[in-house]
Structure formats: C-alpha cells, structure tokens
C-alpha cells in the first residue's frame, strides 16, 4: 500500500493557506489532493487557480471533514497530511458553536482515526492558533504610547504559556490541538502542531471575522468603511504567507525530529505592528482613505500577542524572511492584479460545476 501513496492532501485545501501550500508543492513536482467543502468565499476561484497552473497534478475533491469515510478514504491514499479545514472564525462560533465543535473537532478526530487505522499511517501537520491561550488577562500589559506593550518586556508568548480557552472557537481548537498533541503521544502518530499567529497574504478573501489584513486592503480600494475592534492600540504578529508555507514544509520535511511537538508560529517581535499601524500602512501604500470606525472589544480580543518564534528556530533553523512592511506591499500589488479592488463579494455562491465534476470519486 505504501508504495501507491503518491499525494500529499490538504484538507481545506482551497482556501488561503491551503492553495498557497499546494501552489508550492506543486510547483516542486508534487502530487496534491485538495479537499475542501467549498463553504467559504473565494475557495472556488482558489481552487481555479491551481487547476489552472497545476492542471491533472492538482486533484480537487470536494468533501467535509465531518464525512470519516470520505476523509478516511483520502487519508488512507496519501503520504503525508496538512490538516488545514476548520471554522476559522470567533463570531462565527458565536453564532453556531455545534457546528464549530462539529468541524473543529470532530473533523480533526476523523483525520487522526483514519491515520491511526493505518499499518503506516502519514504524518499530520495540524494548524492551530494563539487563541488557544486565550485573552491572556493573567499576563500583564501597558500601554506605551499608541501600541500595547508586555509589561514584563518579553520578546512573545511562548509554548508554554497557561492553555485558556475563550470563545467556543477557542475551546474547539484548542480541544484539536491536544487530540492532535496526544495522538503522538499515546498512539505514536507522527503529528505536529503549529499554534498560527495572524498570517496574511496572496489568495487571501479576508472579511472583519479572520482575515482582517486582506480585509482592509479590499475595503481601501472598494472605498468601504474599516471598523476596529477595540481602540486600535492592539498588536500582532503578523506573518507573510510565503514563511508560513517554508515553516510547514520544513515540519513535515524532518517530522521525525518534530513529531509529538507543538511551535508557535508568528511574525515575531520583528513584525509586530497594531491594528492602526497595518492601517496606516495600507492607507499609505494605495493612496486612498475611507471612514475609520471604532466598536466595542471582541470576546478573549488580547491586548497584544506576539508569537515567540524561538523553539521552531532552534529546532528547525526557520524565521519570517519578509519584514510586515514589504509583506503589505506584496499584498497591495497582489489586490490589483487579481482585480480585488472593490468590496467583498459573496464568492462562495459562484459554482463552478466544471471544476467540481472533474472531481474524481472516492474509493
């Protein structure tokens, strides 16, 4: 069996992370299967793209996570497996927590089981992210200036700060996340977690719930007005795509060495910049400004998170090569080229039935 595992999949496949991780993979020779259910906008024109650069070494299936036997079919075809699909948004999970926890978690264990079926199963790289730790109140901030500051003045959040999950996203990640940290551990799976900090980027359709960097390049250019959460001070650590998708592949590429670990992964002290600043920036680069409104804090919104890269650097030698400065300006050019400058529209509605029907069926 082993020998006929030839595909690397990606569930959530289509969307930002996924379509640049596959992109890369691709272009280095590699045989991909992007599993996707095609819920959110601007998948579908993801999963055109690739089929457009990649033709037949791309294999597009649409499926959710929450299908063990679906999944479990792609799972038991594949060498290795980037465990992308989630609901990715806190409002969201707000709205409709059961099927937050549905996706999140009981996705996450269809993928585990179906590895752990296996005589040889696959490693599994699994994305978490920082909301795991929460709004963090037990660390203590100050204000300086217009950014907010660790009082303490450490350099980020480590792997092992106090778990505290807030929201039901946080809880259903983090419920995910040490599934996957504990599948190593009592079943020896080969999995790996990485605990993302905010990551922006090409094929990036950000919206005011995830995405919010893309999201305010659109609205400079749709001239639609951006409405911060909070009073605009809060900082992150933002990270080009282009460095996640080396750190991922590095993972996967010595998972020996990884196995059973969790990294955080984020910009860094480097690319720290608030909420006002990525604004501003924009603001800078486009030439255009539009109405600036402010609302209330979020539920378990830090004050600041800045991730500590220094494990994932002394493990696997890895940090962000693109400054947040250069990464926005990738990101403005790319917005013009692909004719992104005009307000969010619903993509997901767009069908592409050809694209779907070439989808081949799973055993």
């Known amino acids: 069996m082993k020998g006929t595992r030839d595909h690397i999949l990606i569930t959530g496949g289509a969307g930002f992370v996924g379509s640049n991780l596959a992109h890369a993979l ?29 033709g037949d070494r791309v294999r597009i299936e649409q499926v959710d996570v929450c299908d063990a036997d679906r999944i479990g079919a792609l799972v038991r075809q594949s060498k290795q497996v980037f465990h992308l699909a989630a609901q990715v948004a806190v409002t969201t999970s707000l709205d409709d927590p059961r099927t937050d926890l549905q996706t999140n978690i009981l996705g996450t264990f269809n993928v585990l089981e179906a590895a752990r079926a296996m005589d040889d199963s696959p490693p599994v790289l699994f994305t978490s992210t920082n909301k795991v730790y929460g709004g963090m109140d037990d660390v203590k901030v100050e204000l300086a200036g217009d950014a907010y500051r660790y009082a303490d003045r450490r350099a980020g959040v480590g792997e092992d700060a106090r778990l505290d999950f807030h929201s ?36 990036q359709f950000g919206t005011e719930d995830q995405g919010w960097v893309a999201h ?21 650590d933002i990270l080009w795509i282009d460095d996640l998708v080396e750190a991922m592949r590095l ?73 947040w400065k250069a990464g926005l300006e990738n990101l403005v050019d790319w ?16 069908a592409d039935e050809a694209l779907l029907a070439q989808a081949a069926a799973v055993p």
Request: charged share 25%; aromatic share 8%.
């Open 26 to 54: 691709l272009r280095d020779g590699e045989r991909v299967i992007v599993a996707d259910n095609f819920s959110r906008d601007g998948v579908r024109l993801n999963a055109q793209w690739l089929r457009g650069q990649h």
């Open 251 to 323: 993972a996967m590429g010595r998972i020996d060495t990884v196995a059973g670990q969790v990294f955080n992964v984020g910009g860094g002290a480097a690319n720290a910049v608030t909420v006002r600043g990525v604004i501003d920036r924009l603001i800078e680069i486009t030439g255009r400004s539009v109405p600036v409104r402010m609302a209330e804090w979020r539920p378990g919104d830090q004050r600041i998170y800045v991730s500590d890269n220094a494990k994932l650097e002394r493990v696997l030698g890895w940090k962000p090569r693109t400054s």
């Open 216 to 236: 305010f390049g659109r609205a400079l250019f749709g001239r639609e007005p951006i409405t911060i959460y909070g009073d605009g001070c809060q900082v992150r």
């Open 168 to 203: 039901p996203y946080g809880c259903s990640k983090g419920a995910a996340d040490q599934y996957v940290h504990d599948y190593a551990r009592i079943y020896g799976l080969r999995t790996v977690v990485f605990r993302m900090s905010c990551i922006y980027g090409t094929r």
């Open 335 to 350: 917005l013009r080229e692909a004719d992104l400058m005009s307000p969010v529209p619903s993509l997901a509605a767009e």
